[in-house]
């Protein structure tokens, strides 16, 4: 044994070899409600329980961490995550803070003066709907702001981009592409080649500087896990192997790949743990791309359909013989439908449960009927879904409503009704597209822009933690309960309360009789609880600074 050392709140122990002790905090277990202590061993929860208790374990272990009142819980889990993207958007061009066009083009202006020896120049975040102008930078504009130069500009919800004439003489025939319509933001087709010729300007030392920014941010957050969501048409191979190994070599959060194509090998051989993600069947919102049912209020048409209902029955089945997760980004309520009749035709032919074994998943799935919702939960589907999306677009004045009108856009992101229904949630953020916040996407749907579809604070909490470890076929992770992995989180906060939108609920649940764990209040306009560290699989891998 090692030598005992004791240390303060927010340092835990730094490697996985020793056991270590954290009392006189709160532990949010439900293997005991009222826990304030936990022993760490071997990289596992080993025991947690009350502070009395706490003395029988001081003198056999390696290290006792004072919690000080801190509170414990598990790693949050953010389900979606384009890493390299996120790490670009925190050390580079970031306009998503942008008041309007003019200062978006200033801001262009200054990152090109700073970047003299980048070959291209790479920016993310800008939302027209956002900006008194309400329109998108033109290409003139970019050309003059960047002096010429090759620049690849990102709509916030990354299915569109804006670009410099520079940079489209470095992709022959994209003009000639779907998607490509002279004066407008690029999608489709044109989109997908444009960002292929950005980021294959990268070099391998810019990418892992860009993904070691993104996984220091999400520790620094309490992120013990991410679900990198690569592709084909999204990054590189070359891109998502180097993250993998990157996350097996170097402390930090858990990452689990996500390769969209449709090729079942090339997934497995890439190290993915499904041929899955953002494998898409329509696009976004924003940039009118996602396949509806019926016609956009603010565009005359109903969006882009990438797949057909064939096509995802195909993958299905193909991924479920081949022990893989399928899955599929379907935003639009047309997408849904196709989705869901395209898993109903693989169960046919392979069987409900097999389907429902394999866990397969759905990424954003916002435009949901009572019968799609039914379906996810009859073939064991995982929604995959980004509460932050409602608090950046719904409402009565957001983008969802411009798109769509007040009374469709109501019906977005019902995650009270597909509670009640039985459908499992894995929340995440699709980092960059809105940022990594998980005590910030907890309140997003503990209080979503639609009353109705509400969800209480220990719901969501779970969606964010435990939900994120069911979408990879793991039930014994994502909570604090001996022999779980020793993923965990330690915050101040302030005091801790029960909050559902039922107040009978409330009301019953903070009852200690209830035995209900409590957990911060989230209440919008409050504090959100301040990481002190972030612990995964027994492993610091995040200490916030002193002072």
Not at 64 to 82: C, I, N
Not at 284 to 293: D, P, Q, Y
Not at 429 to 448: E, N, Y
């Amino acid at each position: 044994m090692t030598e005992r050392t004791t240390t303060p709140a927010g340092t835990p122990a730094a490697g996985t070899d020793r056991t270590v002790l954290l009392r006189r905090g709160e532990v949010h277990s439900p293997a005991d409600p009222f826990a304030t202590a936990m022993v760490v061993e071997r990289g596992e929860i080993a025991w947690v329980g009350s502070e009395g208790a706490a003395d029988a374990f001081a003198d056999g272990v390696d290290e006792v961490v004072d919690l000080d009142g801190a509170l414990v819980t598990p790693a949050f889990t953010d389900a979606h995550v384009h890493t390299t993207a996120t790490g670009l958007a925190l050390t580079g061009l970031d306009l998503s803070g942008a008041p309007t066009l003019g200062r978006a083009l200033e801001l262009v202006r200054e990152h090109a003066d700073r970047r003299p020896g980048d070959r291209v120049l790479l920016g993310h975040g800008w939302d027209a709907a956002r900006w008194p102008e309400r329109r998108a930078p033109r290409r003139d504009e970019l050309d003059a702001a960047t002096g010429g130069r090759p620049l690849y500009l990102t709509r916030v919800d990354v299915h569109s981009a804006v670009v410099t004439t520079a940079l489209l003489d470095l992709v022959p025939g994209v003009r000639d592409r779907t998607g490509f319509l002279d004066g407008e933001p690029l999608t489709g087709d044109a989109h997908h080649a444009v960002r292929a010729a950005a980021y294959a300007a990268l070099t391998p030392a810019q990418r892992t500087e860009a993904q070691r920014a993104a996984r220091h941010q999400a520790a620094s957050l309490g992120i013990g896990t991410l679900h990198e969501c690569g592709g084909p048409e999204i990054s590189s191979p070359e891109d998502f192997t180097g993250l993998l190994e990157l996350a097996a070599a170097e402390p930090g959060p858990r990452v689990f790949g996500y390769w969209a194509e449709q090729d079942v090998h090339k997934a497995r051989e890439l190290g993915a743990v499904g041929a899955a993600g953002d494998l898409f069947v329509d696009g976004s919102l924003g940039s009118h791309t996602a396949c509806l049912h019926a016609s956009y209020q603010d565009a005359p048409h109903t969006g882009v359909a990438h797949l057909t209902t064939a096509d995802v029955a195909a993958h299905v089945v193909a991924c479920t013989e081949a022990g893989l997760q399928a899955g599929f980004h379907a935003i639009g309520d047309a997408a849904v439908s196709s989705v869901v009749d395209g898993f109903r035709a693989a169960a046919e032919k392979l069987g409900t449960g097999r389907i429902r074994a394999a866990r397969h998943r759905v990424e954003h799935a916002e435009m949901v009927t009572p019968g799609t919702i039914a379906a996810f939960a009859e073939l064991g589907l995982t929604a995959s879904v980004q509460p932050a999306f409602d608090a950046a677009w719904g409402g009565e004045d957001g983008m969802y409503a411009d798109r769509l009108g007040a009374e469709r856009a109501r019906t977005l992101n019902p995650f009270a009704a597909m509670l009640r229904a039985g459908v499992a949630l894995a929340f995440g953020s699709d980092a960059p597209v809105t940022p990594l916040d998980p005590w910030g996407t907890v309140r997003a749907a503990a209080f979503h822009r639609t009353p109705e579809h509400r969800v209480s604070v220990r719901a969501a909490f779970t969606a964010h933690t435990r939900g994120g470890w069911r979408a990879v076929g793991r039930d014994d992770a994502g909570v604090l309960v001996p022999g779980a992995p020793a993923d965990y989180a330690v915050w101040r906060t302030g005091d801790l309360v029960v909050q559902a939108p039922d107040d009978r609920v409330a009301r019953w649940s903070t009852d200690p009789r209830s035995g209900t764990p409590g957990l911060p209040d989230l209440t919008p306009g409050q504090p959100l609880p301040e990481c002190l560290s972030t612990v995964v699989g027994g492993r610091t891998v995040y200490v916030r600074p002193q002072g």
